[in-house]
């Protein structure tokens, strides 16, 4: 049977702190916005800091927040498995893109719209972080 | 009209709560359709052309598959760590009787076949080495038991 020449792995902790922020994040600005508006800023904050994660790892902010605290303190341990980093990288582009036309549709004033966009990304995300999906 | 915030914020931890629900009640009902598939897919019976003597595992692949290339490598991985199996590549777009057979609506796949040509296991998705290998070790088990 044909081969690849390497083996690729993705560190599934990384991925796993990532959906882990994304979720939280996104469920803080959903509760909390209720009690102060301005909360809602988070969610073009996550846009940008996961659209610019998925082009380039130094700047995905929960990847770095594990890379330096979390995995040297032991709160975390890495587990490299076999996987394609692409995929991941391309769901948090769009995840992203998705977040930034949601900021853009609360600009606008479509509250209710806003948060239904905001609502896909978080679900995606969750399932993806609870049930590998 | 505006809502108190208080209850606002309640309205919105309910709204959480009833998502959570259903993305639970939702992924039982996914599991639960995944295990009958599988369940399925292994009554399918032994078939003379796989009674090679030694057990063999089907990796389900097809073009520009970046998973499958990974799940190929797992698998020769596996082969050269324990030597005692033969593995087949089968394009799944290209064996439409044996994708109806094992119910593949995916791929990678993968599927053990036991010396006798009756699947033990089947893999939808991605599986880690680990995986394989424990599915190897009841495989060789349930030989050993039904020999004794």
Known sequence: ?133 | MSLDPTLAVAVRLGVVAGAGLAILGGQRVVVAWQAGRRRRALTAGPAAQWASGAPQILVFTGTLCADCLVQKDVVNRLQKHRPIFDTQEVMAAQSPELTRRFRIQSVPATVLIDAAGAPTAVNYGLVDEATLSRQLDTLFATKTAAAS
């Open chain 1, 1 to 133: 049977m044909s081969t690849i020449s390497t083996t690729r792995t993705v560190d599934r902790t990384a991925l796993k702190v990532t959906q882990a922020g994304i979720v939280l994040t996104l469920l803080l600005a959903f509760i909390l916005s209720a009690l102060f508006s301005p909360i809602v800023l988070l969610v073009p904050a996550l846009a940008v800091v996961m659209i610019a994660g998925a082009l380039n790892p130094e700047f995905a902010a929960f990847r770095q927040l594990y890379l330096r605290v979390l995995r040297p303190a032991g709160i975390l341990h890495p587990r490299p498995l076999p996987d394609n980093p692409r995929p991941h990288a391309f769901a948090q582009l769009m995840g992203g893109a998705v977040l930034l036309i949601a900021a853009v549709t609360f600009l606008a004033g479509f509250t209710v719209a806003g948060w239904v966009l905001v609502w896909l990304v978080l679900v995606l995300a969750f399932v993806n972080l609870a049930f590998d999906f």
